[in-house]
């Protein structure tokens, strides 16, 4: 057997329970979709949302499966989230399928679930990626997707072989019609089965899964290519736009001021792109044939749009179904959506398409911008945020959602009826009306909707190229964390990577920070340099990671992250740049502006200036230690607990002098928490500054035998014993730290450096 079938038997399934809930994915899949044409109103809520919820309840019960080994609180709370956003999810598909979009989403967007499903698909690979966090994992629910498709794939063919599948009544089922009837449903459930297959290409790690991936998606490919070409890649290729779009989100592209502009300038051509075809179509309306009276014109809208096959040609024309109604008052209603039921031409479909799905990603983005807001919040001030976390998450989807469904249909009007004002004055008398329209766009037709056109692909390439960028910065990104983490890659070479990341992601802060931080560690590898330190080398190093900090915190000057990764790397050149805790502490000071209730950085701001304290010499530190109390009295108001501020605290009181209350409170500390080695080593520390050998020497051999495999506890143990001049205790824990990680070079450089200084102990 070909290695390549065993790989596909292997991607199969193997499990009862995987094999069962992929079965059960297709089943939910396929039970509503056969009922669905037997259900009342074919554009209106009851259909939409039966069929919505049906689906994405499958992903909900793959979820609680996948759960089984958490808590029952933590299964019950994540099946809520599940049930409260996917019915979310529905009601916004039925709300666009009804009211006054729904005859411009049924035909002038391509089909009426199109725009529902971009919406639904975006959600659904954010939810995705939140819900399902491993790798192995995510490619077995895409794999059980992919075979519930395979079913779908199979069903669909058989219906267009002509074996009927469904024997009762009204059973030619929505997906699965034949091909001469509904060739974009088929279309646009093969570009998604696409899509699916490119998400499990990206997530492939190996190359046996990635020739999988890759066959799933030329099959899928061929499929639309039997099914309609045209529609089948206008879907796509849309679809696909989104998916790059999602993919920079993820890469906080459009969390940036200059790249929000874009995205606004994108949303506003998207609407452009909506609004004059809409006025283009109206030229070819009859003008002499726009009355009826209020009763007959739905009945006008919804013949219309029965007869009107794909692209508007058929056996009945525009005008022979207009002649049959007879003159009387003019209703707007008519204009507006006989002017979507009379498209003539491919080109405008697709421009309608693309402002479509413009909007749509915009409304995913503000849903998406409005979750991150919320998770951010609940993350900085509630300690119990898992419980409520989900529950505001759904919320917050929910409320945007709606209130962007609401402003967009008002825009849409307000639009429309702006355009009118614009282009004439005699709206009551609506045959001037069209004759103006008519002369307007007979002479400007061409010039203004290839302007638009042109401009609307524009700013797409534009999108999918910064997309791209954005994708493969992100990748190189983390090719350079684990090249950096791994150890085999020298500083050079991490580096390199580095700017590789920054060339192609010039957009966000965290190439940057990244170049940055191997600046630094390229400075402290060249410092350590043992007698041949090249101190040009070194600062020039040292001054492109500060420059490379700065342009981060240039591009997004208004994120508290940036400011916290920044001092992060600014930290490692203490040992290069003095009085570099200073700067870590105004960095850490600046994040506050923009995130006031993380305790943490208050800890980092008290400890930065407390070592910048520690380490002046003939400068007035009196204020630094203020500055340095008081950010660690706030970490404690925020986080009472907190064992290292109380440390902090008391070693702030030692350098201002007060050394009676610092060893108090230490020994408080000690007496309450007595197996916490930091504040044994603390204080062991304090009484050697004191000159108190005895009590010191006894707390460093209860911490060292409390430190058992922790690597910084032995390092400071060895620190003190060395500063205590006792050498031999000083080599045994050096010898210690080199038994937990023997490539350490500190400690080997320590330990061969008292070998020479302890008697009777070989050269190490």
């Given amino acids: 057997m070909s290695p390549f079938i065993k790989y596909i038997l292997k991607v199969i399934p193997k499990s009862v329970d995987e094999g069962m809930r992929a079965l059960l994915a297709a089943a939910v899949f396929l039970v509503p979709a056969s009922f669905y044409p037997a259900l009342p109103d074919p554009y209106g809520l009851p259909k939409v949302f039966f069929f919505s919820s049906f689906v994405l309840i499958a992903f909900t019960l793959w979820c609680w499966g996948r759960m089984r080994g958490k808590t029952a609180q933590t299964r019950w709370t994540s099946l809520l989230t599940s049930v409260v956003v996917f019915t979310t999810m529905g009601i916004i598909s039925s709300v666009f399928s009804i009211g006054p979009l729904r005859s411009f989403i049924g035909t002038a967007g391509g089909h009426a679930m199109v725009l529902p499903a971009m919406i639904s698909g975006a959600l659904f690979v954010f939810l995705f990626t939140q819900v399902v966090t491993d790798l192995k994992q995510r490619l077995c629910v895409i794999d059980s997707f992919l075979a519930g498709s395979g079913l779908v794939a199979v069903i669909s063919l058989l219906q267009i072989s002509g074996v009927n599948l469904f024997p009762w009544e009204g059973a030619h089922t929505y997906w699965f019609q034949p091909l001469s009837s509904s060739p974009r449903s088929v279309a646009l459930f093969f570009s998604g089965t696409s899509l699916l297959c490119l998400y499990r290409f990206m997530c492939s790690s190996d190359r046996r899964s990635r020739i999988f991936s890759a066959a799933c998606l030329l099959l899928s490919i061929v499929l639309l290519i039997v099914y309609d070409i045209s529609d089948g890649w206008i879907v796509l290729l849309v679809g696909l736009t989104v998916f790059i779009m999602l993919s920079a989100l993820q890469s906080s592209l459009f969390y940036r001021q200059r790249e929000m502009r874009i995205f606004f300038a994108v949303f506003l051509i998207s609407l452009i792109a909506l609004v004059i075809p809409i006025t283009s179509w109206t030229q070819r309306i009859p003008p ?40 009387g008052e003019f209703n707007e209603s008519v204009l507006w959506q006989a002017s979507f039921a009379h498209s003539q031409s491919l080109w405008l479909e697709m421009l309608i398409t693309l402002g479509v799905t413009g909007l749509a990603a915009f409304l995913t983005l503000i ?28 919320g917050w989807i929910a409320l945007t959602f709606t209130a962007c469904i609401a402003v967009w249909e008002i825009s849409l009007w307000v639009l429309w009826w702006l355009l009118l004002a614009l282009m004439t004055p005699e709206i009551s ?52 964390i684990e090249k950096s983490l791994d150890g085999s890659t020298t500083p050079a070479e991490i580096r390199a990577l580095a700017e590789r990341s920054v060339r192609w992601d010039s957009f966000t802060s965290e190439p940057e920070l990244i170049l940055a931080g191997a600046y630094a560690l390229e400075a402290l590898t060249a410092a350590a340099n043992g007698t041949n330190v090249d101190l040009a080398a070194v600062k020039a190093s040292g001054d492109a990671s500060i420059e490379h900090i ?11 992250r940036v400011y916290q990764s920044s001092a992060e790397v600014y930290q490692l050149l203490i040992p290069i740049i003095p009085d570099s805790e200073l700067k870590v502490a105004r960095l850490y000071e600046q994040s506050t502006q923009y995130n006031t209730r993380n305790p943490l950085v208050y800890l980092a701001i008290g400890q930065s200036y407390l070592a910048y304290a520690q380490n002046a010499e003939g400068t007035d530190v009196g204020e630094v230690l203020t500055n340095a109390k008081q950010a660690l009295i706030k970490s404690l108001a925020l986080k009472a607990d907190l064992l290292e501020a109380l440390i902090s605290i008391a070693l702030v009181d030692e350098v201002q002098g007060n050394t009676d209350i610092a060893v108090s409170s230490l020994t408080t500390l000690h007496e309450r928490y007595p197996n916490v080695t930091q504040i044994t080593l603390t204080l062991a520390g304090v009484y050697e500054r004191q000159d108190k050998r005895d009590e010191a020497v006894t707390l460093l051999a209860e911490a060292s035998s409390q430190a058992q495999q922790n690597l910084e506890a032995h390092l400071g143990i060895a620190s003190v014993y060395e500063q205590l001049q006792m050498s031999a205790e000083a080599l045994a824990e050096y010898r210690v730290v080199l038994t937990i990680d023997p490539a350490n070079t500190f400690a080997q450089q320590k330990a061969a450096e008292l070998s020479d200084s302890v008697p009777g102990t070989p050269s190490e």
């Fill in 429 to 480: 008398h609506p045959q001037t009306f069209m004759r103006r329209i008519q002369s307007f766009f007979s002479h400007h037709e061409r010039p203004i909707m290839g302007f638009i056109t042109a401009f609307a692909v524009l700013c797409s390439l534009i999108i999918v190229v910064q997309g791209v960028r954005v994708w493969n910065g992100s990748r190189l990104r983390v090719i350079t």
């Fill in 288 to 327: 002499q044939e726009l009355t009826m009276d209020t009763a007959t014109s739905w009945q006008f809208a919804s013949e219309t749009l029965a007869v009107r096959p794909l692209f508007g040609t058929g056996p009945e024309t525009f005008t022979d179904v207009f002649s049959r109604f007879r003159p």
């Fill in 550 to 560: 700065g342009r981060a915190i240039e591009k997004d000057p208004h994120n508290a």
């Fill in 367 to 394: 849903g998406f911008h409005a979750v991150k807001i919320t998770r951010f919040v609940l993350q900085s001030t509630d300690s119990n945020k898992e419980k409520i976390d989900v529950l505001l998450f759904a």
